[in-house]
């Protein structure tokens, strides 16, 4: 029982990592089209920042 609680808790932390890394690196519709396919997240994450992500704040 304590191994699907854990597990449950280990997803769900993965998943708000993985949307606010896709988020800091400019995939936003990745984040939008994440929640309601996780696998997005996932891709948006290891992607490379987007142009405007990638320039420094003036």
Known sequence: MGF???GGI???VLLLTL????LRKGH?????????????WLI???LG???AASRPAV
């Open 4 to 6: 699907y609680i854990g």
């Open 10 to 12: 280990l997803y769900f």
């Open 19 to 22: 949307g606010i890394l896709c």
């Open 28 to 40: 936003w519709v990745m984040f939008i089209i994440g929640f309601f396919l996780p696998l997005f």
């Open 44 to 46: 948006g994450a290891v």
């Open 49 to 51: 920042p987007t142009g």
